[in-house]
Nanobody
Framework: QVQLVESGGGQVQTGGSLRLSCGAS????????MGWFRQAPGKEREFVAA????????YYSDSVKGRFTISRDNAKNTVYLQMNSLKPEDTAVYYC??????????????????WGQGTQVTVSS
């Protein structure tokens, strides 16, 4: 399994921006689909965005579409989540996930085999 470490979380005001990074160890990153999930206090973890191993295909939840952008740099073994126009409801712990599972639903947790420890994002009004 790949080891994942998130960074870039913090506290911002409504309308602000943050960029999360997720660094991966090992040699399977370039063949892994990558995803971001988040968990707010008292809520279940939910899908945010995903990017496939090959090609530019990306997927977003309706709640972040148009505001968040997922991207990856295979040379750096890193996936990013650029978050703009942040809202208080975006406050959560954000988790990075990786998957080499073929034909999995990238919007579901079970579609991923490795997870990071999470990074806190707090958006104040």
């Amino acid at each position: 399994q790949v080891q994942l470490v998130e960074s870039g979380g913090g506290q911002v005001q409504t309308g602000g921006s943050l960029r999360l990074s997720c660094g991966a160890s090992g040699d399977t990153f370039s063949s892994s689909a990558m995803g971001w999930f988040r968990q707010a206090p008292g809520k279940e973890r939910e899908f945010v965005a995903a990017i496939l191993a090959s090609g530019p295909n990306t997927y977003y939840s309706d709640s972040v579409k148009g505001r968040f952008t997922i991207s990856r740099d295979n040379a750096k073994n890193t996936v990013y989540l650029q978050m703009n126009s942040l809202k208080p409801e975006d406050t959560a712990v954000y988790y990075c996930a990786a998957s080499t599972i073929r034909h999995a639903n990238r919007r579901l947790e079970r579609g991923y085999s490795s997870w990071g420890q999470g990074t806190q994002v707090t958006v104040s009004s």
